[in-house]
């Protein structure tokens, strides 16, 4: 969904549903599931601001198993038209935290969820908390089976641990 900026009413324009955004990723297996947006004027920025959730696929980073992540994103940005002729950076405020540009009196919704929904995507995904992984001498999968594999690979640390409770008890 792209907007002009020059046509937001003096009220603000509100959002709701996905219906205007039938395609906002650039990945078509990521899907929008929900959004509530309210776009305002102030003076020449434009302030966005709501929430949105999004099921992104994902592997987990321990069983690599596929799952279906949802992201669910406050969305509180402010954009301010890109400063024309000089690459002159553009000093940010303190209170604006994220912000971003529109050009040529467009404004495009659909890179706002985009990018809240990449932001909201963990650096190691987990299909669950407590999500067992794969064992390292079979490869099975743990939260499916249970093998019997031993796994032989003592800790020094634990190794040491034990020493010294062997010792203390037998003071
Ligand atoms: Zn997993
Ligand atoms: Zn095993």
Request: aromatic residues 6%; proline residues 6%; charged residues 25%.
């Amino acid at each position: 969904m792209i907007i002009r900026v020059s046509e937001i009413p003096e009220a603000g324009l509100a959002i709701e549903g996905v219906g205007e955004f039938p395609h906002p990723f650039q990945d078509a297996a990521w899907t929008l599931e929900a959004l509530s947006l309210f776009v305002e004027k102030d003076k020449n920025d434009v302030c966005v601001r709501g929430r949105l959730s999004s099921s992104v696929p994902q592997t987990c980073s321990r069983c690599l198993q596929q799952f279906a992540f949802t992201v669910s994103a406050d969305v509180d940005t402010r954009f301010c038209p890109r400063p024309v002729g000089r690459d002159e950076e553009v000093e940010l405020t303190a209170d604006d935290l994220e912000v971003d540009f529109y050009a040529d009196d467009l404004l495009d919704l659909n890179r706002v969820v985009q990018t809240e929904t990449e932001l909201g995507l963990p650096m190691k995904p987990l299909c669950r908390g407590d999500c067992r992984g794969l064992c390292p001498v079979c490869g099975g999968n743990r939260n499916i089976t249970s093998c019997t594999c031993e796994v032989r690979v003592p800790d020094p640390r634990l190794a040491a641990l034990k020493d010294l409770a062997v010792r203390l008890s037998s003071r």
